[in-house]
């Protein structure tokens, strides 16, 4: 057996600290002893709930398969731990746990592994800051039960790419337009190239272009999630919003469940870059915001299902019901909606063909490096088509970014407009707008118009980037709710006209007592992730308040 990594004693002992006696002292009244013999297998990826264990005498070792092969992760002895995030969440472990040396362990269940991080912040420290360690090493050396076969012209296989990813889910990806030896994965399986994309669950489920349902039920993704209970709180969407309100939610006692209809982050998860968020001066990506908030709300306690999608609200009396695609229904005494908005598609001929084969609506390390050496558009005036400009411009050949305005100045920060400006790889085309868009089995090329001299152009372009207008994810509601003109939810003073209580609205609530609308879908929202984050929080007191009269 080899090392995967050579790692340097500084680094291996981050990814695997020992703990003290005090902090043993702390786990033991949680815990169960239990003697380990040589050769056991304490638990792999077929194991549903793995335990935490820590080693008290004898050593266990941590194994991965990556790329095809076994190596060794690292031998636990005294005082040092097993578990990564997936021991939060309930997931299935993506390595193997063998016992080396006889001896005594500690075991802990998810629960008690949640008091104890809850009831000793230093002790949480340390178990917290491993296992978001050692996730960020098995993303790194593809270490994990996925193995996904694509092409960069596949829309599917983006779609699969972008969704394991933005889950956190390691995975490694072999590419039929580049990897000589996909063949031999094909032919292993009897796999054809019109099954393509392929995911390999756990090394033996061959599932040919798979949906991201399909995908997360593989993997287990929403292990550990009792969806037959009912809620105090059921948050429908995990943008900035949807886990600000599970984060202070769950910290605060609650008990909760979000619903998230792809993968946490929502919109903002695929900003490449956050740079006027609060509190990171150095800025941070939609997706390294979404991570941490996802890891601080399973912290907590609060539950979070991905690839569910909320279809229906039955909202006449509480509890209510949120009705999900598979056929589930939840039932929580509260709700918040926080299901965000989704730019608007572009209004040309042949547009929906090109549909993650030449069209994206995020600019992430996924989408970006398909760009490498060539030109590309993006088509949008705001701060997301600003942060996609200026990271594409460090992948692509030339960026040409399209607005239909004369200018960028009411709608984007200047931060945005001086880098745009600086950068010799950026051009602004202001009162511009795109006509026709051309290709076969992926986008070719791309024409448009600028407005002043009537001009129409065409373009060698297979990349276009759309972030333009938003419209609210509201359509699975009906007429549960009372929206606008463009159908975002009317809360608070808005919806005092049809308010059936003697008590008035709180600030966020609809016009059904109970359940609050946050961030983007909210009408008169500030479209900002520090104003979702805020009143996601904010919703929570309402809850609370809410919950309190209920009993």
């Not at 335990?51 to 266990?60: C, E, F, Q």
């Not at 209970?229 to 429908?236: K, R």
């Not at 009162?431 to 026709?436: H, M």
């Not at 909210?522 to 520090?530: F, L, M, P, Q």
Request: with cysteine; glycine share 10%.
């Amino acid at each position: 057996m080899i090392y995967l990594v050579d790692l340097t004693p500084q680094e291996r002992a981050l990814l695997f600290p020992k703990l003290g006696e005090p902090h043993l002292a702390l786990l033991e009244p949680l815990s169960s002893r239990r003697r380990s013999q040589t050769g056991e297998v304490l638990f792999g990826p077929e194991t549903p709930l793995p335990k935490l264990y820590v080693v008290l005498s004898g050593s266990i070792e941590l194994t991965g398969v990556s790329n095809g092969s076994e190596a060794s992760l690292g031998i636990l002895e005294a005082g040092q731990f097993t578990g990564e995030l997936n021991q939060l969440s309930g997931r299935r472990s993506l390595v193997f746990c063998r016992t080396i040396v006889s001896g005594e362990l500690l075991e802990l269940s998810r629960d008690s592994l949640r008091k104890a991080m809850q009831s000793d912040a230093a002790l949480g420290n340390i178990l917290l800051s491993s296992f978001v360690l050692r996730r960020t090493f098995l993303i790194a050396n593809s270490v994990g039960d996925a193995v996904l076969i694509g092409s960069k012209y596949s829309g599917d296989t983006l779609r699969l790419r972008s969704f394991l990813a933005r889950n956190g889910h390691p995975y490694t990806y072999l590419d039929l337009d580049s990897d000589e030896n996909v063949q031999t994965a094909l032919d292993q399986f009897s796999l054809l190239p019109g099954d393509i994309p392929v995911l390999i669950c756990r090394g033996q489920l061959v599932l040919r272009n798979p949906s991201n349902v399909e995908a997360a039920s593989c993997f287990d993704l929403n292990a550990g999630i009792d969806q037959t209970d009912t809620y105090d709180l059921v948050v429908v969407g995990a943008g900035p919003a949807g886990l600000g309100a599970a984060v202070y939610g769950a910290s605060e006692g609650l008990k909760i469940l979000a619903v998230e209809g792809n993968a946490p982050g929502g919109q903002a998860g695929s900003s490449s870059r956050i740079e006027n968020y609060l509190g990171f001066p150095l800025g941070i990506s939609g997706q390294e915001l979404a991570d941490r908030a996802f890891v601080q709300a399973e912290k907590f306690g609060a539950k979070i299902s991905v690839a569910r999608q909320a279809t229906g609200l039955i909202c006449t009396r509480s509890p209510y019901v949120v009705q999900l695609d598979q056929g589930e229904a939840i039932m929580t005494q509260t709700v918040i909606v926080a299901t965000g908005s989704r730019y608007r598609k572009l209004n040309v001929p042949n547009a929906a063909r090109f549909e993650d084969t030449g069209i994206f609506y995020g600019a992430t390390f996924v989408e970006a490096p398909l760009c490498q050496g060539d030109d590309v558009v993006v088509v949008g005036g705001g701060n997301s088509a600003g942060q996609a400009a200026v990271f594409l411009a460090g992948f692509a050949r030339h960026v040409y970014l399209l607005i239909r305005g004369p200018g960028l100045q009411n709608t984007m920060s200047r931060y945005l407009i001086a880098r745009i400006e600086a950068s010799p790889q950026i051009t602004l085309n202001v009162g511009t707008t795109v006509q026709a868009l051309e290709g076969d089995s992926h986008l070719e090329q791309i024409s448009w118009r600028e407005d002043a001299t009537g001009i129409i152009s065409t373009h060698r372009i297979q990349h276009i980037f759309i972030m333009t207008g938003a419209d609210p994810n509201t359509d699975w509601l009906s007429d549960c709710l009372a929206t606008d003109e463009k159908h975002f939810i009317k809360t608070g003073a808005e919806v005092t006209d049809v308010w059936p209580l003697k008590r008035s609205p709180f600030p966020l609530e609809t016009s059904v007592p109970g359940i609050f609308a946050v961030g983007d879908v909210r009408a008169g929202s500030i479209k900002r992730v520090a104003s979702a984050v805020g009143e996601g929080s904010m919703a929570v007191q309402f809850v609370h308040q809410v919950l309190d009269a209920q009993w």
